[in-house]
C-alpha cells in the first residue's frame, strides 16, 4: 500500500489504520495547510474553511482504508475536500437564493476584518465566489493545485473534456470580473 | 487579458494566513473529536441482559450517584457527554503533546488544547477540575501549578501528595479537601485522575 507516499506516510496511515490518532494527527499536521487552501479557495469564508477541514480529516480517517496509494495521500485528500466542499455548497444553495448571498457574506466578512492580505487577493477571491463551483473546483484543481485535466477529470469523477470546458468557461468569466487588475500588479 | 497574464494574478492571490499556534493545535483538535466520536459510537455488542433488567439497574445507578453526591456536600455528578471524564481520550492528547498540555478545556465552545511553546510542563498526576457557574459548566484537565482562564476566572491550580486540590483566582480560594470556599457562587469539584487505574 501507499507506493506514492513516503515512508513516514507509509508509517503514519499503517499506525492509524490499527486506531493510533497520534500518527493520524501527524497526517493531519503533514496536510493541513494544503486541504485549508483549497477549502478556503472553495467557500470564501475563514470560518467555513476550518469547519470543512475538519470534515475533511474526520473523513479522510474513517475512510483510511479505503485509500489504495493509486495516486498520493495529498491527492486522496484533496478529492475529499473538494467533493465536501462542493456538497456542501449544494446544500447551501438549497437553502435559498444562497450563492448571491454567500459571496455577499464572503465579501463583507473579509472586509470587516481584513482577512485577506491585500485587496489583489480580496478581488480574486470574490471573483471565485461568483463561479459556479464545479467551475471553481477545475480553476482551484488546475491552477492552485497544478493539476493536469486528466488529473482534475478523476479527481473531480467526470470527463477530461468536461473539465477542460468548465476551465474555459471559468477563465472567460474571471476575465471579466477581474478586468483592470493588471498581471504585474503585487 | 491573456491566460497566462489571469494565471499570474490567480496566482498572486494569497489566502488569510492562519496564526503558527492555529496550525501547532489543529492536529490535535482532530485527535480529541476522532476519539470523542470513537467513545460517543461504542455500544455493546450482545444483549445479554434483558432491557428491564438494564432500566433498573440505570434507575438504581442514578439514584445512588444524586444520593452520594448529596452525602458528599452537594458535588455534581460528572455528566455523562462529559469526555474528559474519559481516561482515553485524556491519556492519548497527553501522549501527541508530550509535556507540552498545559490544559485540556471542554466549555460551551467544545473541546480546546491549551499548549505550552515548550515541552515545560513537567510530568505530575493530570487534575480533573469541573466548574458551573449558575448552568454554564465548564470542565479541564490539567497540571499542578498551572494557571488556566476558564469561565472567565483566571486560576492557579495546585494540589499535594495527599490528593488535595486548590483553586486560587483573583477572587476566590477552594479547596477539596477542606471544603473551604471563599468568592463567588461559582460550584467547583476537581479530582486527581489516575489514568492507569482508570
Known amino acids: 500500500m501507499a507506493r ?30 494544503m486541504v485549508h487552501a483549497v477549502a478556503l479557495r472553495m467557500t470564501g469564508s475563514l470560518a467555513d474553511a476550518e469547519d470543512l477541514t475538519q470534515e475533511t480529516f474526520l473523513r479522510a480517517f474513517r475512510q483510511l482504508d479505503s485509500f489504495r496509494a493509486e495516486s498520493k495521500f495529498s491527492t486522496w485528500l484533496c478529492r475529499i475536500a473538494v467533493n465536501l466542499s462542493l456538497s456542501w455548497r449544494a446544500r447551501e444553495n438549497r437553502r435559498g437564493d444562497v450563492h448571491s448571498k454567500w459571496a455577499e457574506k464572503a465579501i463583507s466578512e473579509n472586509d470587516s ?22 467551475q471553481r473546483a477545475a480553476i482551484i484543481l488546475t491552477v492552485y493545485e497544478n493539476q493536469t485535466h486528466a488529473e482534475a477529470a478523476k479527481l473531480l469523477n467526470c470527463a477530461e473534456a468536461t473539465v477542460s470546458w468548465r476551465v474555459f468557461a471559468a477563465r472567460q468569466k474571471l476575465k471579466r470580473l477581474l478586468k483592470g487588475i493588471s498581471h504585474d500588479q503585487t | 487579458m491573456t491566460k497566462p497574464e489571469l494565471d499570474s ?42 432491557q428491564p433488567a438494564w432500566g433498573l439497574a440505570a434507575a438504581i445507578c442514578v439514584l445512588a450517584a444524586f444520593a452520594i453526591g448529596h452525602w458528599r456536600g452537594g ?26 498540555v498545559r490544559a485540556i478545556v471542554q466549555d460551551e465552545r467544545g473541546l480546546n488544547l491549551v499548549l505550552s511553546d515548550n515541552d515545560d510542563v513537567p510530568d505530575s498526576t493530570p487534575l480533573y477540575v469541573r466548574i458551573c457557574d449558575g448552568k454554564q459548566c465548564s470542565s479541564f484537565v490539567t497540571f499542578s501549578g498551572q494557571e488556566i482562564q476558564v469561565a472567565g476566572q483566571k486560576m492557579t491550580v495546585l494540589s499535594d501528595t495527599q490528593g488535595g486540590i486548590i483553586l486560587t483566582g483573583n477572587q476566590f480560594v ?3 479537601t477542606e471544603r473551604t470556599y471563599a468568592g463567588n457562587q461559582l460550584k467547583i469539584e476537581a479530582r486527581n485522575l489516575d489514568l492507569v487505574a482508570m
Not at chain 1, 9 to 14: F, V
Not at chain 1, 114 to 134: H, I, T, Y
Not at chain 2, 27 to 45: C, M, S, V, W
Not at chain 2, 89 to 94: D, N, Q
Open chain 1, 4 to 33: 506514492m507516499a513516503g515512508s513516514d506516510e507509509l508509517n503514519w496511515i499503517q499506525n492509524s489504520l490499527a486506531g493510533d490518532t497520534g500518527a493520524y494527527a501527524a497526517l493531519v499536521k503533514q496536510h493541513q495547510k
Open chain 1, 113 to 134: 476584518r481584513g482577512g485577506f492580505p491585500d485587496e489583489l487577493s480580496r478581488r480574486v477571491q470574490n471573483a471565485l465566489d461568483k463561479l459556479p463551483a464545479k
Open chain 2, 9 to 50: 494574478i490567480l496566482k498572486k492571490a494569497r489566502t488569510p494566513e492562519r496564526p503558527e499556534e492555529f496550525w501547532e493545535e489543529f492536529p490535535g483538535q482532530i485527535a480529541i473529536r476522532l476519539n470523542r466520536a470513537r467513545t460517543e459510537n461504542f455500544r455493546p455488542k450482545r444483549n445479554w441482559f434483558p
Open chain 2, 75 to 100: 458535588l455534581e455528578a460528572i455528566p455523562l457527554n462529559d469526555v474528559l471524564a474519559n481516561a482515553k481520550v485524556v491519556r492519548e492528547t497527553l501522549a501527541m503533546f508530550p509535556n507540552r
Open chain 2, 174 to 176: 477552594w479547596s477539596n
